[in-house]
């Protein structure tokens, strides 16, 4: 029973996948039914027959008749047989022969797509030529008064293009004879050819155009504006040199020569048809003839400059000669009774061999202003610098000057100085004797007896004939430090001294009751008057602190505010 039960089901179940099955093959069948009847309905006929607008002979008539045919045979051949194959699968559909009718749709899809392109190419063509046709109409429309406003435009300015005329207007003709050959091929239908000779057409007029509108200007220049400018140019050359302007080693009127021959080359090449070295040489001799007025008006600033600062650089001269003179006079005094450095005195050397060499530069432009092969400006150049460097040699006598000033100045205050040193060395001797001290230890009289000694090299100094600043500076110097010594060891031991007998004082109000600490204070008043302060303040700081922690801070203070 179960055997059979499950027979049915797998036999429902097989006719219900075929069921499904068909059911898909008849939806493809639609659809390609629905494809095909939306190709037929189409009017791709009256769209073809749309080229007939354009003249049917030539490439036009080839394509017509090829998409004609094509057409035709989609219609009466490929869409008929397509209405065969899906029949077909339809019925091996009905048949369960699935795998037939899908191989049999793929084909029909196939052929459908095919069909497709087929037609979307022809509309493009046609499309593409009906677009090239009436694009080119309309350039065509352009082109032609074009070309009449150019022979017109050369008509009436044929002076202004000499010998050119003739070649402008056999390149115009040549557009006429395009221009015809354009309606011939429009007439025969080979409107693709067609396009090209109009684009052709439409680039020769559009650089034709440039050129007649440039050459006017480009000819004129080379012919009578640049000559004419070359012409005064030359003239000026002639003038300046008649005027005694040195400008022979420029070179110009070699120069101008050539650019005069050049330029009747390029009128030649211009009449010819070829203006390529026109433009070139245009700007070049517009540039440079620019140049050459500013090299010859730099020449004529620079003649006037060196004619009107040759006098004023021979009284600058003078000036710092005669200032250096009196520095010298002033030297050769001073050596007598001064020393100088080696480099002061290279400074010196240096002076005044820059001075004379500047004196040789004068000279030479001197000799330059008679010399007719010498130009104005190398000669003013080297009149800059000889004032660049003579207002340099001032400023450096000057601080020389002020150097060779100082070492008098110097003396006087190296013995200022000196003076001061030995007071305060007095004043410290006197400071020791009136204090009320046991005595003074050996070392201060020791360090005080060494300031004494340099101070006394100082003098020693001083005295030397030629003095040496220098040497004296340093032996000051070394007074200076040994004097400061003094004065410092001075005050530092006084203030031990009297530090000390205040802090034996302050602790004697103990030292009945502390016998450890009048022993210490003992031995602090045996090394205080043994001239050993520091270590007699030592032990009395000490012994007071073991018995009263910051006392020894309470005196100082108390001393301090008493000072």
Not at 130 to 152: D, F, N, T, W
Not at 416 to 431: F, G, P, T, V, W
Request: net charge negative.
């Amino acid at each position: 029973m179960a055997y059979i039960i499950g027979t049915i089901l797998v036999i429902i179940t097989l006719i219900i996948i075929g069921l499904i099955m068909r059911k898909r093959v008849y939806d493809v069948v639609d659809r390609l039914e629905a494809w095909k009847m939306d190709i037929m309905n189409r009017n791709i006929a009256s769209q073809i027959g749309r080229i007939k607008q354009l003249n049917l002979s030539g490439e036009t008539q080839v394509k017509f008749e090829k998409w004609k045919d094509r057409w035709e045979y989609i219609v009466t051949k490929e869409l008929p047989d397509i209405e065969e194959y899906l029949f077909d699968a339809e019925e091996a559909a009905d048949r369960y022969r699935f795998p037939t009718a899908k191989k049999t749709l793929r084909n029909v899809d196939q052929t459908m797509q095919k069909i497709e392109k087929d037609i979307e190419s022809m509309l493009d063509e046609l499309d593409e030529l009906m677009e090239s046709e009436e694009s080119s109409r309309k350039e065509i429309e352009q082109i032609q008064p074009g070309i009449k406003a150019l022979r017109k435009q050369l008509s009436q300015n044929r002076y202004q293009y000499g010998k050119a005329e003739v070649r402008f207007e056999v390149e115009i003709d040549e557009l006429d004879e395009q221009l015809d050959q354009y309606h011939d091929l429009v007439d025969s239908g080979e409107y693709s050819e067609a396009q090209q000779l109009v684009e052709e057409l439409k680039y020769k007029l559009g650089v034709l155009e440039t050129e007649i509108d440039v050459f006017p200007e480009t000819y004129k220049a080379c012919k009578d504006e640049l000559p004419a400018q070359l012409d005064e140019l030359f003239k000026g050359l002639k003038g300046m040199k008649e005027d005694g302007y040195r400008i022979e080693h420029l070179g110009f009127e070699k120069e101008v020569h050539n650019y005069q021959r050049r330029l009747l080359d390029c009128v030649n090449s211009l009449e010819k048809g070829d203006a390529s070295e026109a433009k070139v040489i245009i700007t070049e001799i517009e540039d440079r003839i620019a140049e050459m007025y500013q090299l010859l008006e730099k020449e004529a600033i620079a003649k006037n400059y060196v004619e009107t600062k040759i006098p004023s650089y021979q009284d600058a001269l003078d000036s710092l000669e005669g200032e250096f003179h009196t520095t010298k006079e002033e030297v050769e005094e001073l050596k007598k009774t001064y020393h100088f450095e080696d480099s002061d005195m290279e400074k010196y050397l240096s002076l005044d061999k820059a001075i004379m060499q500047l004196r040789n530069q004068l000279k030479e432009i001197s000799t330059g202003m008679e010399d007719e092969k010498r130009s104005h400006s190398d000669l003013r150049a080297e009149l800059e610098s000889g004032f660049d460097q003579a207002e340099e040699l001032q400023q450096k006598h000057d601080e020389f000057k002020k150097r060779i000033q100082n070492l008098r100045k110097d003396e006087l205050e190296a013995k200022e100085k000196l003076s001061e040193m030995r007071n305060e060395l007095y004043h410290c001797n006197r400071r020791l004797n009136k204090s009320n001290i046991p005595g003074v230890p050996s070392f201060i009289w020791n360090i005080m007896e060494e300031a004494a000694e340099k101070n006394s090299r100082v003098i020693t100094v001083l005295e030397k004939q030629p003095l040496d600043i220098s040497e004296v500076q340093h032996a000051l110097s070394e007074a200076k430090v040994a004097v400061d010594h003094v004065t410092e060891q001075t005050e530092v031991m006084l203030d031990q001294a009297y530090l000390t007998e205040q802090v034996i004082q302050y602790a004697n109000r103990y030292r009945s009751q502390y016998p450890v600490l009048a022993a210490k204070l003992s031995e602090s008043e045996r090394l205080f008057r043994s001239y050993e302060y520091d270590l007699a303040l030592e032990q009395a700081a000490k012994a007071i602190e073991e018995i009263e922690p910051g006392a020894l801070k309470r005196i100082e203070e108390y001393q301090k505010a008493a000072n």
